[in-house]
């Protein structure tokens, strides 16, 4: 058999294979034209796309412009304005760089530039299919207009392969709010098929872009707040931005937007320290809302790593992952998980009725003054002082029939006096002596069947001895200011039965009972103290797991995995106490899986603390259909003061349903 010749490719067929890395997509094609938008400090940006991008795109902006001298060469390959050496490469400041985007697109599409800086004459010129035409001159304003029609036309292998149009406008509408986002001092307008999709002016408040963006739940976002013991950490990398509360989430990590030095970037690497931030305040499979923006020197950011750009590669991405992580976590630390309402159960919406309501005239009113990320993390540090709230007297007054609408008036036209509420006496109900059960049928489970997902969460749950809450070491100090709760009874042997003064809580023993375990397990020093073995388990590792138990052996030592190698096989000495016997080697080897990947949060003391107390934390906690003694209760309930949030078990699930008895009375008829 003869060896196959080397032959040099000519630079039609270079072009094409260049155009494939780079030209996957419309919205790939609007992502890099963008980026030279941005990059040519453009304040307004315009983006028209038919039928998905495949027919015409045109992105228009009022930057720097092209010099006409240099039309011609910013259609060959690798010329660009932003690189002068390979020096350059080290700190890359711009969003595009490579030079090869225009030269791509026009070998797949009719590509025309049209351009003119300040004070200069404009031209244009014209690429289709790789062959550029002669410059001309044309008489626009000052800026840059790209246009690119036909696109994969040429290439109907390409264009068998992509999306419908409408599939690809999608795309497209989050290539431009991810900019949007890290670009608040741009204005955005994309528009299709002369609809616009998106218009938002340019700002130089954050939380009024995110408003833009994300609508009225853009103020329940929370600012992103850095943990003071971070300011004196090693590194220069911060991170600023915006999360959501707890209780707003998604099906799906699409709403989590990550940027680095103003780039956005593929979100994936950063999806599990977002949800080890968020702890056991998230349900499974949810993912929370977040505007997340790192800020390091450019010399710790590889973005040369993929042809798009899309995806970074960071120095210390470990040290970055943790830091994301500590201030989700410390952001999250002042709120609370609230207590289930009576709304989240069908039958008893009528429950919830006659809550408080807002006033029409409230609707009008200015929003407060808002804060950049930055600034809310200086005033959490403490570093500024909050800027004074604007005056009254520079807020304009809502109109008088808005005032009119959200008061009662007298027949004068005045306010009418609104008479007092009455008070009602609340007697404090008590549990008869000697515990009495609410009658249920015994012959049939009382707890539905959990979902796949939930048995695989509470795989734990079936081993191991139950403990009675009474048996337990009790907690120290008072962290939650709750009202004095009486116990009544239980229902179906799971749910508790309390008053609250004027509210009825139904807990979830075994949910409550969990959470007090986990917080107890968590913060338990003594369980992690090393247990010396007997004798000294055989490991029975693979060459793999070998070669990274010797590379982490001190971090294995500090988890209280104590190691010891003869004859090329390592032995367990030692093992943390509240880890049992038949568990050592799986869990083992699970630790091993975390450490040697490239996340380093996975492998720390802490996180590791967190993840074992998850999972022993449904072992001996009280079950659903368990008889519960009122002293058992009661300990259930004092407990709730002594961990940081009662009102969710670690998964994430509610453990309490509040009904208020003004609710009661007003679903019974009992009001007026």
């Known amino acids: 058999m003869k060896p196959s010749r080397i032959v040099q490719l000519d630079d039609t067929t270079i072009g094409h294979i260049a155009a494939g890395e780079v030209v996957e997509r419309p919205a790939q094609v609007v992502k890099e034209l963008i980026e030279n938008s941005l990059d040519a400090q453009a304040t307004e940006i315009t983006i028209t796309v038919e039928r998905g991008g495949f027919d015409r795109l045109v992105v228009e902006d009022n930057g720097s412009g092209i010099h006409p001298d240099d039309l011609p060469k910013a259609l060959d390959r690798h010329a660009t304005s932003k690189l002068q050496s390979k020096k350059d490469l080290a700190e890359i400041n711009s969003l595009g760089f490579r030079g090869e985007a225009l030269a791509s697109i026009g070998m797949v599409a009719r590509l025309e530039i049209s351009s003119k800086p300040p004070a200069m004459e404009g031209a244009t010129i014209v690429m289709e299919d790789g062959i550029k035409s002669e410059l001309e001159p044309i008489g626009m304003g000052a800026g840059t207009r790209i246009s690119v029609e036909h696109l994969f036309q040429n290439t109907p292998a390409r264009l068998a392969f992509q999306r419908r149009a409408e599939t690809e406008t999608s795309r497209i509408v989050d290539v431009v709010v991810s900019h949007a986002l890290a670009h608040p001092e741009t204005a955005f307008h994309l528009k299709s098929e002369s609809r616009s999709l998106l218009n938002v002016p340019s700002t130089e408040d954050m939380i009024d872009r995110l408003y833009d963006i994300l609508g009225s739940q853009a103020n329940e976002m929370l600012p992103l707040q850095q943990p003071s013991e971070d300011h004196n950490a090693p590194g220069d990398e911060r991170w600023s931005g915006w999360i959501s509360t707890p209780d707003i989430t998604r099906g799906k990590g699409d709403d989590i937007h990550v940027l680095i030095n103003g780039r956005p970037v593929a979100a994936g690497p950063f999806l599990q320290a977002v949800r080890r931030g968020y702890k056991t305040r998230l349900m499974q499979g949810r993912h929370p809302l977040a505007v997340l923006n790192l800020t390091c020197p450019p010399g710790e950011v590889d973005v040369n790593v993929h042809p798009t750009k899309r995806e970074v590669r960071l120095r210390h991405s470990w040290r970055v992952l943790e830091r994301l992580e500590r201030c989700i976590a ?112 015994e012959g049939k489970p009382i707890a539905p069947a959990l979902s796949p997902a939930e048995r695989t969460l509470h795989r734990h749950a079936g081993k191991g001895a139950q403990q009675s809450p009474s048996d337990e070491t009790p907690l120290d100090g008072v962290l939650n200011d709750l009202p004095a709760m009486e116990p009544l009874a239980q229902f179906a042997n799971s749910y508790i039965l309390v008053q609250a ?82 568990e050592i080697r799986p869990f083992f080897l699970d630790v091993l899986q975390d450490i040697s990947g490239d996340e380093g949060p996975l492998a720390t003391i802490e996180a590791k603390k967190d993840h074992i107390a998850f999972m022993n934390a449904c072992r001996g906690a009280v079950k659903a259909n368990q008889s519960l003694t009122l002293p058992e209760m009661r300990r259930l309930l004092e407990d709730m003061r002594r961990i940081p949030n009662p009102w969710a078990c670690v998964h994430g699930r509610p453990t309490s349903l509040r009904i208020p008895i003004d609710s009661l009375d007003h679903h019974f008829g009992r009001h007026g």
Do not use: C, M
Request: net charge negative.
């Open 501 to 582: 003064e004027e509210e009825l809580l139904l807990i979830d023993q075994h949910a409550l009972h969990e959470r007090i375990r986990f917080e107890r397990l968590r913060n338990s020093g003594q369980s992690w103290e090393p247990q010396s073995r007997l004798e000294a388990l055989d490991l029975n590792l693979d060459a793999r797991q070998s070669a990274v138990v010797d590379a982490n052996k001190t971090r294995l030592h500090e988890l209280g995995f104590h190691l010891e190698r003869t004859d090329d096989s390592w032995y367990l000495t030692a093992s943390p106490q509240l880890i049992s016997g038949e």
């Open 330 to 441: 410390h952001s999250l630390e002042s709120i609370p998980t609230q207590p289930d309402a009576t709304g989240g159960i069908p039958e008893l919406r009528g429950l919830s009725g006659g809550g408080n309501v807002k006033s029409v005239e409230t609707y009008l009113e200015p929003r407060a003054e808002s804060i950049t990320p930055d600034a809310a993390i200086q005033q959490a540090a403490g570093i500024t002082e909050p800027s004074a709230a604007p005056s009254p007297a520079l807020r304009s007054a809502p109109p008088a029939w808005a005032i009119a609408a959200g008061q009662q008036l007298a027949l004068t036209g005045e306010k009418a006096e609104e008479a007092p509420a009455k008070e009602k006496q609340r007697p404090v109900s008590q549990s008869p002596l000697g515990q009495t059960l609410l009658p249920t049928n």
